[in-house]
Antibody, heavy 122, light 107 residues
């Protein structure tokens, strides 16, 4: 079964750090575009970051220089290292797989995890 | 950055009604647009990509259309299971961006 399972969320103080994990099954993380998308409580969706199969990464401006997306191919797992956390980073964080269609890869998310909650508060 | 504006923000319709949601981009996105359905407490679910391509397993009552800066998601006959919030997303340029969402309710 194709599945993504996030972990690592929790309560952290402003300025603190946290590392989120996303374990994949049924497909290979390193062969796909993989993204993190977040959703603040009661709010809409916000894309955070992507890593391509070739290793190229992109970030939304508000997390640049604070968040780092990476993967461990041996564990088939995606990560999001978050530092200098702010109250506005409080959200459910989803990992998502980019669509692979007719040999091309797209930043459209066909598989999502269940999400992990990150709360930044003192 | 590309801004995505959805309307309406809330929609109430009867079972069997045709429902249409609009998404406008701040610049042309060349049909690189997707639609998602999100039910409370759940992750989003992909419905449509490339503006009008139906994702595998999605009921045929869902359809998408549009080009340039204006796109629509239609539900041909609203069902109780369609109660959810719907989001559009552009993937033409980074940063990727979503619309603010349209909450669909049954009247």
């Amino acid at each position: 079964e194709v599945q993504l399972v996030e972990s690592g969320g929790g309560l952290v103080q402003p300025g603190g750090s946290l590392r989120l994990s996303c374990a994949a099954s049924g497909f290979t993380v390193s062969s796909n575009y993989m993204s993190w998308v977040r959703q603040a409580p009661g709010k809409g969706l916000e894309w955070v970051s992507v890593i391509y199969s070739a290793g190229t990464t992109h970030y939304t401006d508000s997390v640049k220089d604070r968040f780092t997306i990476s993967r461990d191919n041996s564990k088939n797992t995606l990560f999001l290292q978050m530092s200098s956390l702010r109250a506005e980073d409080t959200a459910i964080y989803y990992c998502a797989r980019g669509l692979h269609d007719y040999g091309d890869y797209f930043d459209v998310f066909d598989i999502w995890g269940q999400g992990t909650m990150v709360t930044v508060s003192s | 950055d590309i801004q995505m504006t959805q309307s309406p923000s809330t929609l109430s319709a009867s079972v069997g009604d045709r429902v249409t949601i609009t998404c406008r981009a701040s610049q042309s996105i060349s049909s690189w647009l997707a639609w998602y359905q999100q039910k409370p407490g759940k992750a989003p679910n992909l419905l449509i990509y490339k503006a009008s391509s139906l994702e595998r397993g999605v009921p045929s009552r869902f359809s998408g259309s549009g080009s340039g800066t204006e796109y629509t998601l239609s539900i041909s006959s609203l069902q109780p299971d369609d109660v959810a919030t719907y989001y559009c997303q552009q993937y033409n340029h980074y940063p990727l961006s979503f619309g603010g969402g349209t909450k669909v309710e049954i009247k």
